[in-house]
């Protein structure tokens, strides 16, 4: 009777061998597939570590702030304020006022970098600013005509700059001719107004 005990002991010996590094190596493999799928979710996008006292950016979401965010019209945003602790690479503690009632503690998607240097019209959580050109190169000369097609809006900001320019030489006549009138009523003053046509050949 010992013969056929002591076969399957090894043979059970054998499978948990078995189970274990089979275990082992779909451990691995999820491992290598979670490593892929977090780079192809984490490709474009920037990792942004702060320290403790770093100046930030908070972005008032609806859930945490009802109170200060109950229009479209108020500020999605507030700052700048002090990082008190860092929890770990996404939580940071942050230096709230207790005015807010809430945890203090922000996840990185709620948190961007404040830079004291900046143009505080430019940063996009500061009310009354003119967030309308951010990113695009702005031309010197108005009525310089950009590379690429004419589209309806550069078509609307050529003809806005021609017509500022035509008011303002307009303007600048008027008081030239007063002036040259009273000085010599003989002489008429001319004045040449350019208009564009466009080409359809």
């Given amino acids: 009777m010992a013969g056929p005990l002591c076969r399957s002991s090894l043979d059970g010996q054998k499978k948990a061998e078995l189970v274990k590094s089979l275990h082992e190596r779909v451990r691995l ?20 570590i702060f320290e403790p006292g ?16 109950r229009t479209k019209l108020h500020s999605r945003g507030d700052g700048p304020f002090q990082i008190l602790e860092k929890i770990n690479d996404n939580a940071y503690k ?63 900001k050529i003809k806005e700059a021609m017509q500022g320019l035509v008011q303002t030489t307009w303007e600048e006549a008027s008081k030239s001719l ?3 009138m009273s000085l010599k009523e003989e002489e008429p003053a001319l004045i ?4 564009a046509v466009e080409d359809l050949t």
């Avoid at 040449?192 to 208009?195: E, K, W």
């Fill in 178 to 180: 007063t002036l040259k």
């Fill in 54 to 69: 770093d100046w930030v950016w908070v972005h008032m979401r609806k859930e945490r702030f009802p109170a200060h965010r």
């Fill in 192 to 195: 040449h107004l350019i208009q």
């Fill in 29 to 48: 493999q999820i491992a290598q597939k979670n490593e892929m799928v977090a780079s192809q979710e984490n490709k474009g996008r920037r990792c942004v």
């Fill in 94 to 156: 942050v230096d709230l006022p207790g005015e807010y009632n809430v945890s203090a503690t922000f996840n990185v998607s709620d948190l961007s970098p404040f830079d004291v240097g900046e143009d505080s019209r430019s940063n996009s959580f500061e009310e009354m600013g003119n967030d309308g050109n951010q990113g695009r190169p702005t031309l010197k000369d108005p009525l310089q005509v950009p590379d690429g097609p004419i589209t309806r809006s550069r078509a609307k």
